[in-house]
């Protein structure tokens, strides 16, 4: 008999009844280390005192309102956003995978107004952008699309690191390319910054529209507000979500005068994107986020992390191949199934996440102590120890 839940995620036996900082407790009191932050969703930790007190307190007054009237909220969130990024203008959804859906549309639609007939979106093997049909149309893997065919059209995917198909492919009928600067799914790969100023200098060549996404390894992550710019590039369009609402369903879709340019009144629209709720938390996030000694923090408890997982891949050979990855956002890239290193992890009261190219994924909260970082590698050191 199917359950009650459609059955489409493999859960862990582990249910949460609370969580403080980096930590969650089961319902059996037990307490878990948690280094997947629900996919890089808490960034703040859990229950983080500010993040409950703007919910409570936009509770208390209004939680919806349609967007044919003005929120406040939602232009303060676009405000912030505007004032710390690239971007010229922001549309809010409540995941990922709708400022996908926005991204593709936006770029088509910049293109057509243009009177020019570009709709082909160049994206990447590997990557990840969510499961609407354009996402899995965008990622393109067999895993993803199976089944779910016919397909969104006008995809076309190149090998991650494969420049000279990327020169090739990249011409003057493309509308837009997109593309995560860190994977996350597909196994916390970095796209080194000078490959990233490469494809932004072809884009630039050919007039194409810069897509990233940057819905995992944005807000924090890597130490920067967005991971671009450590690479000193900027893009065109840029999806946000997961750590922007800090555990509240919050996305977003930022972009350039230039690129918005088609998406005038009627052209998109959300009932519940940047309603009262998610953009009051968004606002107290980016708060935190950009008062001046956060991300510097961020960046110091990333390359302790770092080296302490250098030691600890050191130290088991059979078990680790190598780490990767950038801030807090880091990889485990394992010689042993990575879904069998998680499980040994949950014996340790330990929480991490799997990801493609078998490798096993550290999203820490940003916000992280030393105590519960130097804890959280011992008990890493322990599952590894207890699979040898
Ligand atoms: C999670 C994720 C998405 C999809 O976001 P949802 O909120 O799950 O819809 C898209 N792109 C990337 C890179 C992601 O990690």
Redesign the pocket.
Known sequence: MIPSILPTYNRAPIAFSHGEGAWLSAEDGTRYLDFGAG???NALGHAHPELVAALTDQAGKLWHVSNLYQVPQQQRLADLLVEHTFADTAFFT???????ELAVKMARKYWFEKGEGRSRIVAFEG??????SA?IAAAGSEKMTRGFGPLLPGFSHLRWGDHDALEAALDDDVAAVIV?PV???GGIRPMPDACLKGLRELCDRHGILMIL?????GMGRTGKLFAHEWAGIAPDIM?V??GIGGGF?L?AVLATENAASGMGAGSHGSTYGGNPLACAVGVRVMEIMTAPDFLPAVRRRAADLRQALEGLVASHPDIFDHVRGSGLMLGLKCRVPAADFVKAGYSEHLLTVPAGDNVVRLLPPLTIGDDDLAEAVRRLDAAATALA
């Open positions: 996919i890089a969703v409540n995941s990922g995978t709708e400022a996908c990557s990840f952008h969510g499961r609407s996402g995560e994977q996350g799914e996404d940057e819905v995992q390894c999806m979500a997961k369903p996305g």
